[in-house]
């Protein structure tokens, strides 16, 4: 097989996968020790950098001997014997020392100097006495109740940090801690290790940057953004230059070029061995000795590929974000930070159990982003992963869970370490697990706005009731009809469960406009006429939707063309119709409307929620369903077609 460039893109196998470790240890060995750039900064453009040398105090801190109160400066032997039968007048010095002046006149015996606090100690005196510790008698004496230990209330000059002395360390972060040190001593600039410059460059023929707009069968280039973020957070400085087709002469242009003006060269996508995949070829040009590892075990990330080309690292992430944002974390981030100066990163984590069987591929580590909820005992891990194409599950995902290379699933039930995205998990004040409704976030709304955090995980009716019955929701959202009884929703409660009424959204037929197999027929004629033409093509929805038993109504047991396409959301279903990749499907009005496709009533479906009895006295569902009730929410629902139930 030849691509457009006329190479050899046979999908050749990863014959080599290495595992995470040994991938790690070819790309170090091939890339450290090296040499670090130094550069000199100004405290304020040192934070967050490794000091690259010690720095030692060039003054004394304090620099004079120094008051730590407001009071008197005294020689402590003129009140050894100062008791409250005893009392000592000292007389006054004709100064007071404020911060900045300088003192001028001794303390001699039997006299004592007003000193401001941070002021400096006048000769003759070695302590200080608090005001609080004497009374005016006069204007030019004071009567002293108590003695003073020498040194008392005196910072000495270097007593702090002494000239010489060192500071901060090599290789310690500055933080404002350590500007503040810094500043203390009149440091103003310090040798830091430079950031290392970062070039970025995504590949493929389908990306469009962000402000773009999108043309058939592209994609906006999300890598390019998520890399140049986490080189930021990582102590490099990002270059990030754009998407480049997936072109042998263009690809190499600006590989060569990003690769000759900066540190290292992070490359995304054409890592696959996949026709048009190019990258790979390319890198072994820019040095030796080349690419080091091409093919790891890791899930998602398996195509990341490591080189070393003349001492400088390059990388190709995989294409898809998750991959690569995982692999970059996971891999590339250590290099980074090393190169940097700057220590490894230590991620909290906690123990959570699986609620259900999670899958995995054996042979490679497998990294499971996951929603945390609490369970009767302790955290529960929802999976949020969608695929390795999703980006949404990193927002919902509070951390990963780890499932290593030689186990092909966690039971329901583990215990597993989640390691988590931020320093702590904070429980939502109102956990909903179950169907997804565009509705949910118009009644969660007023929630978010009183400072309420609610989670949602959608896992589908089931899934959420069953949640339910596992105590890790407040409320499971759901819509199930029952053949049986024709009701929806409430036979399929729990023990412990109330159904609270939410609202009725309208499913029917979409079809493209003006399309005579359609146009003004009812659902049932329109279904007819679908499945008597044999050039019609249906899209179907996934087993367990509550829109595939209406579907399978309609059908009567025939099964057209296009059955066995059976996407997860009503918005694929209109995508897919609205594409011209099929012609029908069954979906809410809204997935319609988004689309501008003909919509053909059929049946009003009811969305309603599971409450968890024993939790309907928390906060958070008490203020859910008073917005559900509330007349603002009722308003927000219609206005995205839904009909209140109540
Ligand atoms: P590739 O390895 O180039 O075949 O890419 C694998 C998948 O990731 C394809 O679906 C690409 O469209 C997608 N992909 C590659 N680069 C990016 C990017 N920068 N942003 C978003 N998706 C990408
Ligand atoms: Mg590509």
């Known amino acids: 097989m030849n691509d457009k460039n006329g190479a050899d893109v046979r999908q050749d196998q990863f014959l080599d996968v290495l ?86 006149l001794q303390v001699t015996p039997g006299t004592a100097t007003p000193v401001a606090t941070g002021a400096p100690m006048p000769r003759g005196a070695d302590a200080m006495l608090m005001v609080e510790h004497s009374h005016p008698v006069g204007d030019h004496a004071i009567e002293v109740l108590r003695a003073v230990a020498p040194g008392n209330f005196v910072s000495f000059a270097g007593s702090d940090i002494a000239l010489g002395e060192t500071l901060l360390r090599e290789g310690c ?23 290392p410059r970062v070039a970025i460059l995504s590949t493929g023929d389908e990306l469009v940057q962000p402000g773009g707009t999108l043309r058939p069968a592209e994609i906006f280039d999300t890598n390019g953004s998520i890399v140049a973020a986490a080189v930021s957070e990582n102590g490099g400085e990002a270059h990030f230059l754009g998407a480049i087709r997936d072109d042998e002469d263009a690809l190499w242009a600006a590989m060569s070029k990003a690769f000759a003006e900066c540190d290292m060269l992070i490359l995304s996508g054409g890592t696959s061995k996949g026709a048009g995949d190019l990258t790979h070829k390319l890198v072994n040009r820019l040095g030796k000795p080349g690419i080091v590892a091409h093919g790891v075990a890791l899930k998602p990330g398996k195509p990341l590929c490591l080189a070393v080309c003349d001492g400088k690292p390059v990388v190709i992430l995989p294409g898809f974000p998750t991959s690569a944002m995982f692999t970059f974390h996971d891999m590339i981030a250590p290099v980074l930070r090393t190169m940097a100066g700057l220590p490894a990163r230590v991620d909290a984590s906690v123990e959570a159990v699986a609620p259900s069987r999670i899958a995995s591929e054996l042979g490679r580590r497998e990294y499971v982003m996951v929603s945390l909820v609490e369970g009767v005992d302790g955290l529960t891990a929802y999976p949020t992963g969608k695929g ?29 370490q989640v390691t988590l995205f931020t320093p702590h998990v904070r429980a939502p004040d109102l956990v909903v697990i179950g169907s997804h409704c565009v509705g949910l976030d118009a009644a969660a709304t007023p929630l978010a706005r009183s400072g309420l955090s609610v989670r949602m995980i959608s896992v589908g009716s089931m899934g959420g009731v069953a949640a339910a019955r596992r105590g890790e929701c407040d409320l499971a ?105 099929a012609d029908w499907g069954l979906a809410i009005k809204q997935a319609a409307e988004a689309y501008d496709l003909g919509f053909i ?18 906060p958070g569902v008490q203020a859910f369903l008073y917005s559900l009730g509330s007349e603002a929410t009722k308003a927000a629902l219609r206005k995205l077609g839904f009909e209140p139930a109540s």
């Open 173 to 195: 972060v500055i933080g404002s801690r350590e500007i503040g040190m810094l500043a203390a001593c009149g440091v103003a600039v310090v040798p830091v290790v430079a950031k």
């Open 477 to 581: 959202p759901l819509h199930l009809l029952d053949e049986k009884t024709e009701t929806w929703n409430a036979p399929y409660l729990g023990e412990g469960m109330q159904l609270v009424p939410g609202w009725r959204r309208m499913q029917g037929v979409v079809y493209r406009r003006g399309d005579a197999r359609f146009e003004g027929r009812d659902a049932h004629a329109a279904a007819a006429s679908a499945l008597a033409d044999a050039a019609c093509i249906m899209v179907n929805r996934n087993q367990g939707a509550g829109t595939r038993i209406l579907i399978d109504r309609l059908l009567k047991g025939a099964r057209p063309e296009g059955y066995f396409n059976q996407p997860r959301s009503h918005n694929a279903v209109a995508a897919a119709v609205a594409q011209g990749r």
């Open 388 to 416: 390795s194409g999703a980006i949404t599950s990193f927002a919902q995902a509070d951390g990963f869970l780890t499932i290593e290379a030689l186990s092909d699933h966690m039971p329901a039930g583990a215990r597993a």
């Open 19 to 104: 595992s995470r470790e040994d991938a790690l240890a070819r790309f170090e060995g091939a890339l450290f020790p090296r040499p670090r750039r130094h550069e000199e900064r100004t405290l304020a453009a040192a934070l967050g950098l490794a000091l690259a040398q010690d720095v030692a105090a060039p003054v004394d801190a304090p620099p004079f001997d120094r008051s730590n109160v407001d009071g008197f400066a005294v020689r402590s032997a003129d009140l050894a014997k100062a008791g409250p039968a005893s009392p000592v007048i000292l007389r006054l010095n004709g100064e007071t020392v404020h911060c900045g002046d300088e003192p001028r």
């Open 601 to 618: 009533p059929l049946s009003q479906e009811h969305y309603d929620f599971a409450l968890v009895s024993a939790r309907a006295q928390r």
